[in-house]
């Protein structure tokens, strides 16, 4: 191991020890787990102030530090899931139920479901009610190894209820141990109140809702879904260049459906991330690699709409760009709240290796949310959020769900689980 990644602090500072523990560090940039059995690890201050075989332990005062014996079970980074639309009012089980009866798209559109039906809650729901939907969403993912959550707006759809759903957001960081990173996602659909004037809601979101979001600090990072039920190029130009005068970070729900474009433009704009990214072409690959982005892949939206293209992950390779998972929890195109459901998925529906599965939930999630030099991996000055499992190897991680291995949960350094 590198030696330079081992110890930024003497034993003085430690705080906690974990002995008897295998590491995954994810240290590699998905090329490897960055394993190291037989591990320790030393925290201090919340950060990771050591790593590193047991063996290669410097002396330390054990009776003023705290001692953990992982019992030779696996620590790896705490998950992050970096796309998610927990925050929102009531549900779409009845759609659900509808499209399999055999409606279409447009006979639920029109007898008021979609989007509008999500927006029309949201809006109807007061932030105590929007909290206290959310907040079992968080835990499940909490409970499955989850240490870090980005949460989009965009059912609100107007100045007031986006607020309010930003606001939800940071309340919930209140109410578990956990990061959470807030998305303005206003341009997220039309409206009904704009539904015949997509140019005057640009102008709203532009002109009125992000320095708005950005001077009260509700968010630090803005995205659009550029699409052809979403908004086009221009649109979603307008939202790009409006953020970045606002110092907000760039995300872009982008070749979902078609092939716009929307990721090279985001690459101009040296976005954080492209999301979906199913019809990606080899330009817009080539636009990521050069601009450094991630792609961010969301195989419960797949599976939960029945999609058949499946996203370039070769090319993706090839290009050497990074690959992010997250559960895209939201009402109507992926209403799962299963990280480890997501790690098996992109294994078996996107053929990603367990390892650049587990790498896509910890430094990969870790780098679309512009997070990557404090989270998603062990390694020295990191944030000591961390989940230790109950299991043989990393690719158990990914090969079963529904029996969570999760033995304990870190958050800087404490213990939350």
Request: glycine share 8%; proline share 4%.
């Given at each position: 191991m590198?030696?330079t990644?081992?110890?930024?602090?003497?034993?003085?500072?430690?705080?906690?020890l974990?002995?008897?523990?295998?590491?995954?560090?994810?240290?590699?940039?998905?090329?490897?787990y960055?394993?190291?059995?037989?591990g320790?690890l030393?925290?201090?201050?919340?950060?990771?102030?050591?790593?590193?075989?047991?063996?290669?332990?410097?002396?330390?005062h054990?009776?003023?530090?705290?001692?953990?014996?992982?019992?030779?079970?696996?620590?790896?980074?705490?998950?992050i899931?970096c796309?998610?639309?927990?925050?929102?009012?009531?549900?779409?089980?009845?759609?659900?139920?509808?499209?399999?009866?055999g409606?279409?798209?447009?006979?639920?559109?029109?007898?008021?479901?979609?989007?509008?039906?999500t927006?029309?809650?949201?809006?109807a729901?007061?932030?105590?009610?929007?909290l206290?939907?959310?907040?079992?969403?968080?835990?499940?993912?909490h409970?499955q190894?989850?240490?870090?959550?980005?949460i989009?707006?965009?059912?609100?759809?107007?100045l007031?209820?986006e607020?309010?759903m930003?606001?939800?957001?940071r309340?919930?960081a209140?109410a578990l141990?956990?990061?959470?990173k807030?998305t303005?996602?206003?341009?997220h659909a039309l409206?009904?109140?704009?539904?015949?004037d997509?140019?005057g809601?640009?102008d709203?979101?532009?002109?009125?809702?992000?320095?708005?979001?950005?001077?009260?600090?509700?968010?630090?990072?803005?995205?659009?879904?550029?699409?052809?039920i979403g908004f086009?190029?221009?649109?979603t130009?307008?939202?790009?260049?409006?953020?970045?005068?606002?110092g907000?970070?760039?995300?872009?729900h982008?070749?979902?459906l078609?092939?716009?474009?929307?990721?090279?433009?985001?690459?101009?704009?040296?976005a954080?991330?492209?999301?979906?990214?199913?019809?990606?072409?080899?330009a817009?690959?080539?636009a990521m690699?050069?601009?450094?982005?991630?792609?961010?892949?969301?195989?419960?939206?797949f599976?939960f709409?029945?999609?058949?293209?499946?996203?370039p992950?070769?090319?993706l390779?090839?290009h050497?760009?990074?690959?992010?998972?997250a559960?895209?929890?939201?009402?109507?195109?992926?209403?799962?709240?299963?990280i480890q459901l997501?790690l098996?998925?992109?294994?078996?529906?996107?053929?990603?290796?367990?390892?650049e599965?587990?790498?896509g939930?910890t430094?990969?999630?870790?780098?679309?949310?512009?997070?990557?030099?404090?989270?998603?991996?062990?390694?020295?000055?990191f944030?000591?959020?961390?989940?230790l499992w109950?299991?043989n190897?990393?690719a158990?991680l990914?090969?079963?769900?529904?029996?969570n291995p999760?033995?304990?949960?870190?958050?800087?350094?404490?213990?939350?689980?």
């Amino acid at each position: 191991m590198n030696k330079t990644l081992q110890s930024s602090d003497t034993t003085e500072h430690w705080q906690t020890l974990w002995l008897n523990v295998n590491l995954a560090t994810m240290t590699d940039a998905g090329a490897g787990y960055g394993s190291i059995e037989q591990g320790a690890l030393a925290i201090s201050d919340g950060k990771i102030a050591w790593v590193g075989k047991e063996v290669d332990l410097p002396k330390y005062h054990s009776e003023s530090i705290e001692l953990i014996d992982g019992q030779g079970q696996w620590l790896t980074p705490g998950f992050i899931d970096c796309h998610t639309h927990l925050v929102y009012g009531g549900n779409r089980a009845n759609e659900f139920e509808m499209r399999l009866q055999g409606k279409s798209y447009q006979e639920i559109a029109q007898a008021g479901g979609g989007i509008v039906s999500t927006v029309k809650a949201t809006r109807a729901a007061t932030a105590d009610e929007l909290l206290a939907s959310a907040l079992p969403r968080l835990t499940t993912l909490h409970q499955q190894g989850v240490t870090t959550v980005e949460i989009k707006s965009g059912y609100g759809l107007d100045l007031p209820n986006e607020i309010k759903m930003l606001k939800v957001a940071r309340e919930l960081a209140k109410a578990l141990p956990i990061t959470i990173k807030p998305t303005f996602l206003g341009a997220h659909a039309l409206p009904t109140e704009y539904n015949n004037d997509p140019q005057g809601y640009i102008d709203l979101v532009c002109d009125e809702m992000i320095p708005v979001i950005a001077e009260q600090k509700l968010a630090d990072t803005v995205d659009v879904f550029c699409e052809n039920i979403g908004f086009d190029i221009e649109q979603t130009e307008r939202v790009f260049a409006k953020a970045q005068q606002n110092g907000l970070a760039i995300k872009v729900h982008a070749e979902q459906l078609t092939n716009l474009g929307a990721t090279e433009l985001a690459a101009k704009y040296n976005a954080l991330s492209s999301d979906h990214v199913e019809f990606l072409s080899e330009a817009g690959v080539k636009a990521m690699s050069a601009a450094n982005m991630t792609a961010v892949l969301l195989p419960g939206a797949f599976y939960f709409l029945r999609e058949t293209q499946l996203p370039p992950i070769e090319l993706l390779r090839h290009h050497g760009v990074a690959m992010a998972i997250a559960t895209d929890a939201n009402p109507g195109s992926s209403p799962i709240c299963s990280i480890q459901l997501m790690l098996n998925m992109a294994c078996t529906l996107f053929r990603l290796t367990p390892c650049e599965a587990l790498a896509g939930v910890t430094c990969h999630s870790a780098k679309a949310l512009g997070l990557a030099a404090s989270k998603g991996q062990l390694s020295v000055g990191f944030d000591a959020d961390m989940a230790l499992w109950n299991i043989n190897q990393p690719a158990e991680l990914s090969y079963q769900f529904g029996v969570n291995p999760l033995s304990a949960l870190m958050q800087n350094g404490r213990q939350v689980i």
